[in-house]
């Protein structure tokens, strides 16, 4: 309530104590405070929101300017004279705008989610609160440039059959459009390309990339190549809270915003209660039955030499490696389906092509 005038909302706050402070501080009296859930980002990369390559772009010059020692108001508001498109710019000078106006950078940077994840948003304010921004943000564009690079490779190495796919589907219309290829013929291989159309474009909505990646964890290879992806960002990210000082469990909460398995996520909770229990970080990660003991086993090791954050990234730096062969061999199946795909359409127009050619002689001896 706010001058007799009531209103309801949602605040971002750690606790429900914070959320009461924080309203009492914008001239709010709060009637009623209550607990919600923090919804999960089941979207696509890139969907709906920034790209990773323009974000990682975008996180690279941030990390320059935090360099500077520029007043954060005047470095959001430099990235957004230097940016294309509409949602960077804007989302920059709101930032600049809100944080001008007292409210805290993580706080500003949460109410434009379509750029901001909650990932960024925790590591920046674990950088503002421990005073190693700058680090923070060299890693997060590490991070980012990591995955844009990956990104980078698998599509430029799928562009040439997927558009000799494009090319062959095309001709497939112009000879049905000439009488080459029979209707009922062209019906059918014109309802697999729409139900294929269909499938590629599901993937491209929150719901459906939810899908297809619940269902990514059970294919045996695709799965597991998941999983060594999730534990790669689990261990740069929470080797990053570690290296700037975060406490552990809130590490471990920051982190867990990389991890997509559920089963990796319910590890962490487990992870988080073992170390409230006063258990140390090796054994709550083997007791949580779900990390490799190899991991595990690196991190005793990490303990022990006083360097956990130095093990983390070098089993980061393992993982990647890992990533970088079986993404090979994906790129190779991949080139085999859609090949397998060609060679069908070109099938359906050979046989189309042979079809007519041969109509027209049985017409002619007739």
Known sequence: MNGGRRERGEINAESRDMAIKLLKDRGWTPTSVNMVAEKQNYSAPGLGGVSVIRLAAFTRKFATLVKTDLPVTEIFSILAEGEEGHLLPEASIHVANRIANGVKLGEAMAERPRVFSRLYIHMVEAGMNSGTLDLVAQNLAKLYESESALRKQLFGKLAYPVALLVFTFAISLILKGIGFIPTPLFILMMTFWVIFVALVLLGRTAPGYRIYREIGFLIPGIGKMMRTINLARFCRVFGLQF?????????????KEVLQD???????DRMQKHIVDGMNLRDSMVASGVFPAQMAGMIRAGEKAGGVEEMLEKMAEYY???????????????YFVVYLLVAGTACVIIFGAWSHYFGIINSLME
């Open 320 to 334: 990647e490696q890992d990533i970088e062969t079986m993404t090979a061999a994906m790129v190779t199946i991949i």
């Open 262 to 268: 559920t089963r990796f996520r319910n590890a962490v």
């Open 243 to 255: 290296a700037a000082g975060v406490p552990v469990l809130q590490g471990l909460e920051v982190s």
